[in-house]
């Protein structure tokens, strides 16, 4: 329990409320829409809730839930890295901006670190090429990675 919310694993039932959950973040990129090439419609876009049901049924979704037991967030850092490192994995890996506070510099301090280009597997460069295919500038955004067994 932290601040009055637990985290536990997804149920079938929380996919319906992520995406609103996923837009109501993106909202926090009004601010740096401009500097970052975000468009409205690009933080209007989400997940579908088929895309959250996937992630819940392969058991890779977390939600942070109030003391009702109401999804208000999903997928918490440290819940994600220690589950990670339950299952035996060796890295925990992901996609951000490198200059929102709230992204690259919170993950650092969280034990993240900026791969480089070599590092990157086929499956980070085709995230990455979604990712541009999508709108989002690359040039303004990191993979990072969490090592499991250091």
């Not at 299952?87 to 690259?104: I, K, Q």
Request: proline fraction near 4%; include cysteine; charged fraction near 30%.
């Amino acid at each position: 329990m932290n601040a009055g919310y637990t985290i536990r694993r997804a149920t079938p039932r929380d996919a319906a409320s992520l995406p609103r959950i996923e837009r109501a973040a993106a909202r926090l990129f009004l601010e740096y829409a401009d500097a970052l090439g975000l468009t409205s419609e690009m933080l209007e876009r989400t997940n579908s809730i088929q895309d959250f049901a996937r992630a819940e049924q392969a058991g890779l979704l977390w939600v942070a839930v109030t003391r009702e037991d109401t999804a208000v967030g999903f997928a918490p850092l440290r819940r994600v890295c220690e589950s990670a490192q339950a299952a035996g994995r060796d890295r925990v890996t992901l996609s951000t901006f490198r200059d929102v506070p709230w992204n690259a510099p919170f993950y650092a301090r969280h034990g993240f670190r900026v791969l480089s280009l070599a590092e990157m597997t086929p499956g980070l460069i085709r995230l990455r090429e979604n990712e541009q295919g999508r709108g989002l500038r690359t040039d303004l955004r990191v993979v990072m990675r969490f090592d499991c067994r250091d």
